[in-house]
Every structure is written in C-alpha cells, then in structure tokens.
C-alpha cells in the first residue's frame, strides 16, 4: 500500500505543480509570449483611428465623458 499513497501524493503535487504554473502564464514552466494581446492591441488602435480619424477620445484622462 505504501507504492499507491506515494504515487497518489506524487500525482497530486504534480497537479499543484501544473496548476500554480497555468495560473501564471507569463512565466513558469510553460512560458507563453504576449503576442496575441500586443496583436489585439495593435487591431483595437487600428479600428479606433478608423473610426475616430483625429485619434481624440471622447472622454478626459479620469474617463469622463467631453463630447456628447
């Protein structure tokens, strides 16, 4: 019995393992890069100076709105 208890408290850390390090994406063992979200940011801008050629918000720098 004692094989079973060992190779359960392995799977479990290894569990805890894969999960503290999904938890950080950023870095860890599995490293994922922020391309997708600098890709995301770079078409947002894109669509907004479409839509707003002057590149001017509509709101001030606390986020209240100016224009109607």
Excluded: W
């Excluded at 208890?5 to 479990?12: A, D, V």
């Excluded at 390090?21 to 860890?28: E, H, Q, V």
């Excluded at 890069?33 to 918000?57: C, S, W, Y």
């Amino acid at each position: 019995m004692p094989t079973v208890s060992r190779n359960s408290r392995g799977s479990r850390s290894a569990t805890l393992v894969l999960i503290r390090d999904l938890d950080r994406p950023f870095g860890g063992i599995i490293d994922v890069k922020p391309d997708a979200i600098a890709e995301l940011e770079r078409q947002a801008h894109r669509d907004f100076l479409t839509d707003v050629p002057n590149g001017q918000l509509p709101c001030d720098e606390k986020g209240n709105r100016t224009t109607a």
